[in-house]
């Protein structure tokens, strides 16, 4: 929250209701949050029992922050980012190719030659897409950003208290936390900051797990910050996961189809899996958002990025006409 006589603008960023906000790079995830997400908030991204369709979300966050000239930062012990994610961070897209892709788009799960029971044959169809650009993305994932200017954490021991080391380092470095904001005061700059995998004991202090969430929860709060945390939950002890519930202010979770629901939900065309929203940001006390709809899917594709839409019931096929009923079920019911 701004102190009061603060006079921070940072590019592509808005105040709403003293809360310094900024995209998340995917407009159907900003309209779920509210509009966008809170300045030193902490997103928690459960990839549950996968670990590949989180990094669409990542890539899309940082695209936001390159294309506003955002600091960007990024942690894996895993990988190197740089021969991985780093080399897939979608380019923006001309404002007139948007405008025509969401003219033709059709909509989502929609097959031409689907047939339609006869009770729903006059019913206007709705969209289930979210966000106020349809169901187009504002980045093309298909077009990745030549050398992105992104710092990787990579030291030759991963350790957590390094890594905190090195984000308090950079936070006074560019003079990023909130105490030096007051009018005539440095220009500022938020800082964008994705830690892949922390759930992996690979961390040479993986039982500081703790301590450093806690760290870093302070750090965030006091600086123009906003951290991505991916983990999955299906592997990670219940003790430990509760301790990263606690620390995010926004936590959502990726559970993918089995081969059973890819059979039953053909109907949702290229859908991946159940979008959960786990919780939203409490940094507001007073006029919190809250979703117009829970029951929500995703999709993650090298075409469109990541898109989340409502969920909706097949249609009923083979149903007889009106009249054409030899022995009705319910004749006797009055709805």
Not at 168 to 177: D, L
């Amino acid at each position: 929250m701004l102190n009061i006589g603060d006079n921070v603008q940072i590019a592509g960023c808005s105040t709403k209701k003293r809360l310094l906000e900024a995209s998340s790079g995917c407009d159907s995830f900003d309209t779920l949050l509210g509009g966008a997400l809170v300045n030193s908030s902490i997103v928690l991204i459960d990839e549950h029992r996968s670990r590949c369709h989180g990094s669409y979300l990542v890539r899309s966050f940082l695209a936001e922050g390159l294309h506003h000239g955002h600091q960007c930062f990024i942690a894996d012990p895993t990988e190197d980012p740089k021969e991985t994610i780093l080399k897939v961070i979608p380019s923006r897209k001309a404002e007139d190719d948007q405008k025509k892709e969401n003219s033709t788009a059709p909509m989502p799960g929609a097959d031409e030659n689907m047939k339609i029971a006869w009770r729903y044959g006059n019913v206007k169809q709705v969209s289930s897409a979210i966000g106020p650009s349809g169901t187009e993305n504002q980045y093309d994932f298909s077009k990745p950003v030549e050398n992105p200017s992104v710092e990787v954490y990579n030291n030759e021991i991963y350790s957590l208290s390094g890594l905190y080391k090195h984000l308090f380092e950079i936070v006074q470095k560019n003079e990023a936390h909130t105490k030096s904001s007051g009018r005539g005061g440095p220009k500022k700059n938020l800082l964008r900051v994705v830690l892949k995998n922390i759930d992996m004991e690979i961390w040479e202090d993986y039982k500081s797990l703790g301590r450093f969430l806690c760290c870093l929860r302070s750090l965030a709060r006091s600086s123009y910050m906003i951290v991505y945390i991916t983990a999955n939950s299906y592997r990670v002890p219940n003790p430990t996961w509760r301790i990263l519930e606690s620390t995010a202010d926004t936590h959502i979770q990726l559970m993918p189809f089995n081969e059973n629901e890819k059979k039953i939900f053909r109907h949702l065309g290229n859908a991946h899996g159940y979008f959960y929203l786990k919780s939203l940001p409490r940094l507001m006390s007073v006029g919190t958002h809250t979703p117009p709809i829970l029951d929500l899917i995703f999709e993650a594709s090298s075409k469109k990025g990541f898109q989340i839409r409502v969920m909706h019931l097949p249609p009923a096929f083979d149903e007889p006409a009106p009249g054409q009923q030899n022995t009705p079920a319910c004749q006797n019911i009055d709805f």
